[in-house]
């Protein structure tokens, strides 16, 4: 794994969980947008890093990669399903079974209705699409990788024009069950991670590698800061972007073009690759996905304790101390829980 990226999950992943805290009856809804968008495309630079070579050898199998993919996030969204059931239960709140059948089969995405993919533990709607994703890689990874640069080109812009058509036509009401959640239009962002991966293997990296790390460590510096200024105009751009603009296509650029810098400056990086390759944030990556799976309980939890000893409960309040115990809680699942059930399981099935 690039350092970078580990650490970059994290970033990522918290504004996620800033995106489900009220802010001064305001929503952060850029950080949750943002953080998908970013986890879909890293998903597809990422495994095409991890089993591209594989896949263009013919060694590649698509079951145990299923399996083992589906070993390390199942049981865990299992878990947080019912724990949320369960908060539900207690303020009297009943889910119909009808609507946990295909959260439990990692379909609910499919339903283009928010009752459905984000029932219980909302933010798991989230594996339904990568689950599609991790499904339609190979075949995805081969059009990308090998077909000719005009023939992706002309695939790239035919699918855009399409994507276009459809967010116009899409009713307002369903733009985050179309646009936002559903496995057929976040697929592009998977391809773009693939894309990218085209890119990164390009000889004109070599170029641009040498161009930034060639030269002074504040050259890297410098790109790694513009990098960050990218992101922020892009937060400023997205408070004028129409919602079904907003929710994924402002991200297939700027994404891309931000984790291109920093795995072009994960060696010989600037003052801000030496932050993300430090130990603390390098732990706090490799604890993200858990974070991500139990942020919305941590939250729900920590919001009923703060308003039962406090009458004004503030964002930043509950902030300063969700952040904390989610970390916490997060650490000690990945520890005690997940990683465990893991080597158990994968021990049994491969």
């Known amino acids: 794994m690039i350092k970078d990226l580990q650490s970059l999950r994290f970033i990522f992943v918290l504004l996620v969980f800033m995106s489900h805290i009220t802010w001064t009856d305001t929503s952060f809804d850029f950080g949750g947008e943002c953080g998908v968008a970013f986890f879909f495309i890293l998903s597809g630079f990422v495994l095409s890093v991890g089993f591209g070579a594989k896949v263009e050898t013919g060694m590649f199998r698509r079951r145990p990669f299923l399996i083992k993919q589906l070993l390390k996030f199942y049981p865990l969204h299992i878990i947080m399903m019912i724990v949320m059931l369960l908060m539900d239960m207690r303020i009297g709140m009943y889910t119909e079974p009808y609507l946990l059948l295909p959260n439990i089969l990692l379909l609910q995405s499919w339903f283009p209705d928010d009752k459905f993919y984000f029932v219980a533990n909302g933010s798991s709607w989230f594996l339904s699409d990568m689950m599609f994703f991790y499904l339609m890689f190979p075949l995805l990874y081969r059009k990308i990788m090998k077909d000719s640069i005009n023939h992706v080109a002309t695939m790239a812009i035919i699918v855009f024009l399409m994507w276009i058509a459809l967010s116009f036509s899409v009713p307002e009401n369903k733009i985050n069950a179309i646009l936002y959640a559903s496995p057929m239009t976040r697929i592009i962002d998977f391809a773009v991670g693939i894309l990218l991966y085209r890119v990164f293997t390009s000889d004109i990296t070599d170029k641009i590698s040498v161009c930034i790390n060639g030269k002074s460590p504040l050259t890297a510096g410098f790109t790694e800061l513009s990098a960050v200024i990218m992101m922020y105009l892009t937060y400023i751009a997205y408070q004028y972007m129409p919602a079904n603009i907003r929710c994924s296509a402002l ?20 003052i801000v690759t030496k932050i993300l390759q430090s130990k603390t944030m390098m732990w706090l990556g490799s604890i993200s996905f858990e974070f991500y799976m139990i942020h919305m309980a941590v939250l729900r939890l920590t919001g009923n304790i703060l308003r039962s000893t406090t009458a004004d409960v503030s964002a930043i309040l509950l902030f300063f101390v969700a952040l904390p115990l989610t970390v916490f809680a997060s650490f000690i699942t990945k520890k005690y829980l997940v990683g465990k059930i893991y080597s158990h399981l994968i021990k049994r099935v491969i």
């Open 251 to 270: 991200f297939w650029f700027i994404i891309p073009a931000f984790i291109y810098i920093f795995v072009i400056t994960d060696r010989q990086g600037g």
